[in-house]
């Protein structure tokens, strides 16, 4: 095997398998952090192995037990047989392979040892939780669910929010110390406290989406490997915990808004809004898993949260034959229940959108009005891009420039900055 071949295969295993892994590493050693850096030293050892050896035939089962043996061999260096480190050994039955070294013959290591079938799902869902926890800041909690729950790398991550990876690198750092200076256990909660912190694991998955939806900044609208995993981890959390409507809410959210990605840009890149977007190409498959997941959301009966009432919007969208055709009365009231269960200033200004279409323009610019009065979203190009675009459709052109003047100093996103330019242009 070529060293590209074996390293493509390290990077495969290891973004399918990397959550189980480093789970199952914390659950055996107690500490995450140093669970984070087993996992990596076994990722390496497999970068030179690999390649030279040839992929085992248990990849993650290889890559577990090498970091297991790395962790007994950080307990040994701490203390000569302490109580841990007999427990790590009884586990492994070392079976005469050399402390420190990758597996003899990783082809025989048996999977119904290094994998408790009843232990993973936990383990994954552990790791979500603590890489979400609410101790951290957004941003550590973003990175850090990136890099152990998703299994990307600090340079990937710094690629796709536009960051250097040093402010990637720290932020991880940091995370790992502060959830181990707050003595944070790595557990899935009890029920009562889940439900808690349940709202920062799906905020984490919906923020980490939105930002490959709509890129804030850089050349590309869409970031698809961004939007990918994070609809990947909603899948994953769907299957660990069924029973909560709101995670169903969520990866229908996710999975109605991916379909329409095919149709949101043009063959230069730019922008195609939705009434001029071909429906035809919009994803079919994932609107029939988007709705499938509402249903399942619904199903419930607590009533749909805020995001199952997104997604309802999205299905409203996703089934309608044009923007003509679509249900604008109906958008308009879910947005109002919306806006009393999560109120925010984004959610009032799709609310305006939504009436502008249903009412006319002259019923939506108060809202935005309002919004602009209170100061809210001073500092994004939203508010005054929709504003612009009412004013243009009540005829009054020189306000409305003013307006889409204003968005185009505000938007950093050089694809919708493009769309901005060329609204500005047609004013004449």
Known sequence: MDDHTGREAVAAVWRIDSARIVGALARYVGDFALAEDLAQEALAEALVTWPREGVPRHPAGWLLTVGRRRAIDAFRRRSALDDRYASLARDLGEGGVASGGAPADPTREGEDVLWDPDQIDDDVLALMFMSCHPVLSREARVALTLRV????????????????????????????????????????????????????????????????SSASSGTDLIRLDLAGEAQRLARVLSRLVPDEPEVHGLLALLELTAARFPARTGPDGEPVLLEHQ?????????????????????????????????????ECHAIAPSVEATDWERIVLIYEALGRLAP??????????????AQGPAAALPIVNGLAAAGA????????????????????AAEARTELEHAVRLCGNERERTVLERKLADLG
């Open 149 to 212: 729950v998703g299994g990307l790398t600090s340079d990937e991550i710094a690629k796709a929010f536009l960051v250097p990876t040093a402010t990637v690198q720290a932020r991880i750092t940091r995370a790992k110390k502060t959830l181990g200076a707050a003595r944070v256990p790595f557990e899935v909660p009890p029920v009562e406290e889940r439900v808690k912190r349940l709202g920062s694991v799906l905020n984490v998955i919906y923020l980490i989406f939105t930002e490959g």
């Open 278 to 314: 071909d429906r035809r190409r919009w994803d079919r498959a994932a609107i029939r898993r988007g709705r499938a997941a509402l249903a399942r959301a619904e199903k419930a009966g607590r009533g749909l949260g805020a995001y199952g009432l997104q997604a309802a919007i999205a």
């Open 344 to 357: 925010s200033p984004v959610i009032e200004l799709n609310r305006a959108v939504a009436v502008s279409m």
């Open 377 to 396: 979203l001073a500092s994004s190009h939203l508010l005054p891009t929709v504003r612009g675009e009412l004013l243009i459709r009540l005829g009054r």
